[in-house]
């Protein structure tokens, strides 16, 4: 454990409450995460798909929606589920255009999410009625999937819309003028195009290159390759997130243009190798979440660049197996994204290594060696009393273990578990057989 002490109690006052407001602004405004976006989606598709596209259908659910009338009067008068209404969420089905009256009115909606999924074309006089949706319910979800193509008048009005999240991932080419009024919702919370393959560098620019909320996300998790050029473009977006999902390799040159995003989460999951030069470049990232869950194996080189990171989670749960020499390497990942007060503390790291299904006592007392490290081994289905006293006791000093994958242990791994200081993640079946251990 390092400390850094200020010399003034004043600036230590005026830090730790500027650390308080910060954080908790950051919960009370951050959008729903896309767990919840998904399962929302999810739990409105179970009963709103109307196939049939009148007016005074849509005049009724949105007339419906803002009486709150209650579900059993909401499924006679309709012959919609209400289960799916009171999850303030509609989906339409089979809605292949929309009219500029059929937009507005549904603009009138105040539920959490409107699916129109098989939507063919949208003229920029109905994208303008239906921009003015706006969820009461706070971050709402708006689902245009079925678009393959969108010019950029209607894309002008569509990022007018506030408080939104934009889901456009028909779409199979976007061009640069399209990308640019896409890119000037700085109302939006989220954009995801991840329908398209390719990405031209005068597209990543036109959307990255516009003012966002801190909160914004874009995802593009269809693009396959980022060349150098691009991945700077990229480099300069300044929302949040940065979901870059599909890509399969990155040279250094495009890892240094990416190291450049402002934001703080960043995701390469589709990454199936990186080079030593690579993670070096990407190491110079500042952001605290580094997700490369599609690696499946790592040298020691890469694991030493990637180790050079000061951000605050690194994921690395597509590897399945750790040999000594890479665990050495990963063990030396130290954060510095946390400061408390005015002191900086080094150990609130984390190294998340869910895919490791087995491990040996080697790698075990390598990654054990870590500073003040967090580690996740949630892949782990058994583990034994030397390898787990190997990470627990070695010569760093773990400060949290996750070992939510334990099936089964025997005695002696309890009493060493029992032993461990910090804390640990277990199920609530082996923490029983830990308590029960200690207490005979």
Sequence with gaps: MRFRICPIITGLVFCAATCL???????????????????????ASEGADITSRTLSDFEAISEANRANRSEEELSASLGVSAYSLSRNGLILSGVEQLTVEEARTLAKYTGFLIGLPDIESLTPEAAAALAQWESVRGVGVLVLNGLESLGPDAARHLATLQRVILKLDGLRDLDADTAAELGKCSGCSSLAVNGITELESATAEALANQPVSPFYKLELNGVESLDAESAAALGRFSGSKLMLNGVK?????????????????????????????AARALSEWGGSRLGLNGLRTLDRGSAAGLALWRGQTLELSGIERIDADVGAALARFESQSY?????????????????????????AAALGSGDGLRLSLSGLESLDAETARALVEGEGNIRQLTLMGLESIDADTAAVLAGFGWRLSVSDKIQQLIDEGTSE
Excluded: H
């Design 249 to 277: 390799s990155l040279n250094a040159s495009s890892a240094a243009g990416l190291a450049q995003f402002q934001g703080n989460e960043l995701r390469l999951d589709g990454l199936e190798k990186l080079s030593a030069d």
């Design 339 to 363: 400061q408390v007060v005015c002191m900086v503390y080094s150990g609130r790291q984390q190294l998340v290594l869910n895919g490791v299904r087995t491990l040996d006592v080697n790698a």
């Design 21 to 43: 407001l910060a954080n908790s602004t950051a919960v009370a405004a951050e959008p729903p995460d896309a767990a919840m976006v998904n399962q929302q989606e999810d739990d």
